[in-house]
């Protein structure tokens, strides 16, 4: 991937496991929020090849099932202007699910995140915590196979990190392949199971504390191997 | 000073007596406008949507051309138009000097850079991250776009009052190609400068106390709609 022919990284492989929490982790600048908006479907890289159950697609096509499937959440995340609960029935509104079964995902969702209180205010004017915490009940709602975060922890309170480390956990347990990017070493010591380092010669280095590596079969993981192009 | 106390008073009289000369021609006014305004909104949100989210070679420049234009003085509209649309004019063969369809087209030219601008500066509050946030959880690109109207409409609303505020006291450009007559292309502005000219002062009054009524009710509902926004 480059912008304005400056060439940022060339990553071979990047591969998303059910049930693993990934961290990544590089310098600024060195690309992360950009590999996982290609990740997502959000930006076009310049070359990639998108790996879904085997199966090899070009960025474009792969785009709505990664769109669909894979799950963006930004450092701080974007509230629609209008209730908690509504932030939350976003993506079922759009999957065009009947009322009665929004309105028990979505019920569901903010028992989920311990959200019930809140559920009627203005998610404006939550605290960061608490739209960390909706953004995270917006996408587990809809069930995603990939879900990025980008650097989503920092500037949280302990406590709030807490709850948010446990509610990561809880949809990794529940097989999804969350991958957050992100400098703070700490979180890898509590949430990682797998490290990987996107260098500032534009790789990704795995940095795994002991490789067991015993492939993923899983195959509903898209594997995505973004971006190549020689640099200028 | 009698003089125009009389005036005023007589003023009143015909406002309150319902006076059709005088009725016929706000009607004119308003239909004008509102035709104007109800054919320039989609467009100069198409633009100011595009200007938004395209990634397209000279998009700063087209950006800088429409926050210029919007100083551009309605007797040059009128004056271009009236040029275009004389009968030695490239349009002559329209034959729509001193039509009201020649005032729509003026006021439409007038109230387009005006649309576009506050739109654009609108939906560039929204962020790119509502626009991704949309995406990402599944919303075709037509619903991520109608979203960020959304999320922005009292904005948006407050760009079109704005617009309308300005074609509607607009006098210079309806003038030349409108050609004031009577019953047909004589609107509120225009009728005031001749009914003064003439000595006319009730009319003239009359007219012009509609006209503040107008100006200030619409730049009341312009405070709203952008205190809202800023609630938000
Ligand atoms: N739209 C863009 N146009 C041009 N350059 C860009 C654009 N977006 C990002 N860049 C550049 O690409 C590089 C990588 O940006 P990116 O945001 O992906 O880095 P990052 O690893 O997420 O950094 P950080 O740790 O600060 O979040 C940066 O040098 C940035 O300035
Ligand atoms: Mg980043």
């Known amino acids: 991937m480059s912008y304005s022919r400056r060439r940022l990284f060339e990553v071979e492989l990047f591969v998303f496991e059910p049930g693993t929490c990934t961290l990544l982790s590089g310098r600024n600048g060195a690309g992360k929020t950009t590999l996982l908006k290609i990740a997502a479907g959000l930006l076009k890289p310049d070359r990639a090849i998108v790996r879904i159950e085997g199966r090899d697609f070009t960025w474009r096509a792969a785009r709505p099932f990664l769109r669909h499937r894979v799950i963006y959440l930004h450092q701080f995340p974007y509230m629609f202007n209008t209730s908690v609960a509504k932030n939350i029935a976003y993506g079922l509104r759009q999957l065009r699910i009947p009322r009665a079964e929004t309105k028990a995902r979505v019920s569901q969702a903010l028992e989920w995140s311990g959200l019930e209180e809140l559920a009627e205010r203005d998610a404006r004017t939550l605290s960061g915590g608490e739209k960390q915490r909706v953004a995270l009940a917006r996408a587990r709602v809809l069930s995603p196979d990939v879900l990025l975060l980008d650097e989503s922890l920092s500037g949280l309170d302990p406590e709030a990190r807490q709850q948010t480390y446990f509610l990561i956990r809880r949809m990794v347990s529940e097989q999804v392949a969350v991958v957050v990017a992100t400098h703070d070493y700490e979180l890898l010591r509590q949430l990682g199971d797998r490290h990987l380092i996107l260098t500032d010669a534009g790789h990704l280095e795995d940095r795994s504390p002991k490789t067991t590596a015993a492939p993923s079969s899983h195959a509903r993981a898209p594997n995505i191997s973004p971006p190549r192009r020689r640099g200028q | ?232």
């Open chain 2, 1 to 232: 000073m009698n003089e125009i106390v009389t005036a005023t008073e007589r003023a009143i009289g015909l406002l309150i007596s319902g006076d059709p000369g005088l009725w016929a021609i706000i009607g004119i006014s308003f239909s004008v406008s509102l035709r104007a305004i109800l054919i320039a909104t989609p467009f100069a949100l198409a633009v100011a949507l595009l200007l938004t989210l395209g990634h397209f070679y000279g998009r700063r420049l087209l950006i800088a051309v429409f926050n210029a234009s919007m100083a551009v003085p309605a007797v040059v509209v009128g004056l271009s138009i009236y040029l275009l649309l004389s009968r030695s004019g490239p349009f002559g063969d329209l034959k729509l000097l001193f039509t009201q369809s020649a005032m729509v087209i003026g006021q439409i030219l007038l109230a387009f850079p005006l649309l576009v601008a506050m739109a654009h500066s609108a939906l560039q509050a929204a962020e790119r991250s509502a626009w991704e946030t949309a995406l990402t959880l599944g919303a075709r690109p037509w619903r991520a776009l109608f979203t960020l109207m959304y999320e922005v409409r009292f904005a948006l609303i407050a760009a079109i009052i704005a617009g309308f505020a300005r074609i509607i006291a607009e006098v210079g450009c309806s003038m030349m190609v409108g050609g004031n007559i009577l019953n047909y292309t004589r609107n509120i502005t225009t009728a005031i400068a001749l009914e003064t000219s003439k000595g006319e002062f009730a009319q003239g009054i009359a007219l012009g106390l509609v006209l503040l009524a107008l100006a200030l009710t619409l730049n009341l509902l312009l405070n709203l709609m952008q205190g809202k926004g800023e609630l938000a």
